[in-house]
């Protein structure tokens, strides 16, 4: 299975900052995508991010908020912008290992508070 | 926009009990994956069943599908401590992105 390293592993942020979160993975994958865990929810999709494009994002979620980069087939990044305490949640990193069947792995999140 | 459903919203059992959760879901489905998620952690793969199976094991776990139902199961039997956690189900759609779709969670809690 694919080892998905992210940091920061856990902030504490001021209102109104951004913070970069960083998803690196040990081996080239096609699919990357970022997910949102806000306090005693389920998951929600923000976006995929394909490399060498612009990621795509889901219904209710827009890139000037959550800017994402993708440089390579290893790593992202997403960005949360000017942060209300709305968005403190876990942010998850997953990547699709299509040669395991099209298992989706996750790394063990980023959890930012926002005071 | 989250398309599965999962009951019991929260499950306590005592140790060496069997855990059912069940799983629904809308749309026709390529994939069902199942995670385990421990308290503020990351997911944790349990088992990725398709759509032309009907059953998977793993260890204690097995996994249960049926399309006609648009309904899964996952039963952890001989059930530890170790075991307490939140419990996801999540869809991959037949047609569209590869993307995941999560139910709302069951959390299983074993007492000794």
């Known amino acids: 299975s694919a080892v998905i390293s992210q940091k920061p592993s856990r902030d504490i942020c001021q209102r109104g900052t951004s913070l970069t979160i960083q998803c690196q993975v040990d081996s080239q994958v096609t699919m990357m995508f970022w997910y949102r865990q806000q306090p005693g929810q389920s998951l929600t999709l923000i976006a995929t991010a394909n490399q060498g494009s612009e990621a795509t994002y889901e219904s209710g979620f827009v890139i000037d908020k959550f800017p994402i980069s993708r440089p390579n087939l290893t790593f992202s990044t997403l960005t949360v912008s000017n942060m209300s305490p709305e968005d403190s949640s876990i942010y998850l990193c997953?990547?699709?290992?299509?040669?395991?069947?099209?298992?989706?792995?996750f790394g063990e999140g980023s959890w930012l508070t926002v005071v | 926009s989250q398309q599965g459903e999962e009951d019991p919203q929260a499950l306590s059992i005592q140790e060496g009990e069997n855990a059912t959760m069940n799983c629904s879901y809308k749309t026709s489905i390529n994939n069902l994956q199942w995670y385990r998620q421990n308290s503020g952690r990351g997911l944790v793969h349990l088992i990725l069943i398709r759509s032309n199976e009907r059953e998977k094991h793993s260890g204690r776990l097995r996994v249960t599908l049926d399309t006609s139902k648009k309904s899964s199961s996952l039963l952890i039997t001989a059930s530890r401590a170790a075991d307490t956690a939140s419990y996801f189900c999540?869809?991959?759609?037949?047609?569209?992105?590869?993307?995941?779709?999560f139910g709302q969670g069951t959390r299983l809690t074993i007492n000794p």
């Open positions: 999540a869809t991959v759609a037949r047609q569209g992105a590869q993307k995941l779709v």
């Open positions: 997953s990547v699709e290992q299509g040669y395991s069947g099209n298992t989706i792995y």
